[in-house]
């Protein structure tokens, strides 16, 4: 049988890091057992639409290199692939279920429903739906759909007996069926609900393993009864655990938590996120960490997935970033760098080639490089405490002495490069007996503000240029 997979978000904002997760996954094992990757889009649910959403998902999957086989934008035998255009496929199986006696219609009001809603929590019991509407004789059923009095189709769950599925994680799951409610199929407004039409398009779609979260393991027992009163072949299942936060809840943007978007925007690499997505609940069973794409298609498996839920560790995430950025071609990350510099950089000022050289080892995430370099814009206020250096020796007496001595050093540089800097400034020391710390130390300071710089003194007064870098060290010497 062909190896066919599915990823089915809803159109309701961003693709979050627990979907991109899953998306993963579903593509890691496609391409592993070189089945098809189905992307479809789930919008039977009109209200949480979001404008956009449809449009962002493409662009997030495409984004983070997840090329689907089949799907809205891209075609295939098995469409339309937005739900919403498959709408009259689903009636006439919701119907079927209703002659074979595996689903009935359901002419409560909303009103009716809440009252009894609200009695149950009275009574402290869990509310589920008492088949009222199955016991209505068959004239009453006929009466109001000929009065056209409103109606949903709800299946008729078994009340007693178990259902359950075999699930390639967390193996066999059953569940008491009469704990089941009589889950709705088909809305008032003629559409499928989630339930429903995810089980027939699957199957309509032939899909053969179905990967999702582990919040829909409750739910899965009632597809399965779905699926055998259609006389259908359910497909396997995957249930990945849920990607928290933290201990206590799970990644959620409504507090503040990154969507895959988010963390693009912010400066992090496409391939560093992949990566530490991929490990996020699933181990290569070595100690290797650093994976390509194309690695991952060919190592992944189900026998690697943690049964536990896995924390999002932004810390971690940055380490794999920095770790991409260095193995980045300098080019690449040249033309990544250059628009950041730019926000605090005036274009055309500063040799940002030489810079890039200079910042790409220390680049964790790429948002970070504008507080790292514009101190070259404008020297920044600062202590003069910030000279003293106990390894070096210095402080602001020595500071003071060593700025007075190599300021008309400095002015004697006719060739304004970084080799006649070094080799002027380091000849000059050596003749006057000082250590190098005690100069360059104070040097770098004067011209930077910052006890922390990409590249040292001689770098940064080539970058400043000849004028900026003498009337920076006027200045700081003035200040001491």
């Given at each position: ?103 009935y219609y359901c ?63 967390y193996g066999r ?81 409504r507090y503040g ?224």
């Open positions: 049988m062909a190896f066919r997979t599915r990823f089915a978000p809803s159109p309701t904002g961003y693709l979050h890091l627990g979907g991109l997760r899953t998306a993963l996954y579903t593509y890691l094992l496609t391409r592993r057992n070189h089945g098809t990757f189905v992307l479809r889009i789930e919008d039977t649910d009109q209200e949480r639409e979001v404008p956009g959403a449809v449009e962002k998902i493409y662009a997030s999957l495409a984004a983070a290199g997840l090329n689907y086989d089949e799907g809205p934008n891209v075609g295939g035998d098995y469409g339309p692939y937005i739900q919403s255009q498959r709408k009259d496929l689903y009636l006439p199986y919701a119907q079927q279920l209703v002659e074979s006696g595996h689903a002419f409560c009001t909303r009103e009716e429903l809440d009252e009894r809603r609200q009695k149950a929590a009275e009574r402290g019991e869990t509310f589920k739906y008492d088949k009222h509407c199955l016991h209505l004789s068959r004239e009453e059923r006929e009466a109001k759909l000929a009065a056209g009095v409103p109606y949903v189709i709800r299946f008729n769950m078994p009340t007693e007996g178990t259902a359950g599925f075999d699930d390639l994680l799951l059953d569940v008491d069926c009469s704990t089941l409610d009589d889950i709705i199929l088909i809305k008032a407004d003629g559409l499928p609900t989630y339930n429903f039409a995810n089980v027939v398009d699957d199957h309509l779609m032939a899909i053969t393993l179905v990967t999702r979260g582990t919040e829909y393991l409750s739910s899965t027992p009632k597809y399965n009864l779905i699926y055998e009163a259609l006389g259908w072949e359910p497909p396997k299942y995957l249930h990945l655990p849920t990607v928290m936060a933290d201990a206590t809840r799970k990644l959620s943007k938590d990154p969507s895959f978007e988010d963390l693009l925007d912010m400066g992090y690499l496409r391939d560093a996120i992949i990566n530490f997505i991929a490990l996020l609940g699933w181990s290569p069973r070595n100690e290797r960490e650093l994976y390509t794409m194309a690695e991952l298609e060919e190592i992944f498996d189900v026998e690697g997935l943690n049964k536990s839920p896995s924390l999002f560790d932004m810390q971690k995430l940055t380490w794999f970033n920095a770790e991409y950025m260095r193995k980045l071609p300098f080019e690449e990350y040249l033309r990544l760098a250059t628009p950041w510099f730019e926000k605090v950089l005036e274009p055309g000022k500063f040799d940002l080639r030489r810079l890039a050289e200079l910042t790409q080892s220390r680049t964790e995430v790429l948002n970070r490089l504008p507080e790292m370099v514009d101190f070259l814009a404008k020297l920044p206020e600062f202590d003069n405490e910030l000279y003293t250096h106990k390894k070096m020796k210095t402080n602001p007496e020595i500071a003071k002495d060593a700025l007075a001595w190599v300021l008309p050093v400095l002015e004697g540089v006719s060739e304004w490069t970084e080799s006649a800097l070094h080799d002027t400034i380091m000849a000059a020391i050596a003749g006057s007996g000082r250590k190098n710390g005690q100069v360059l130390w104070p040097l770098r300071i004067a011209i930077s503000g910052r006890a922390a710089t990409p590249g040292g003194a001689v770098e940064i007064m080539y970058l400043l240029g000849r004028e900026e870098t003498l009337a920076r060290v006027r200045h700081s010497l003035s200040r001491l």
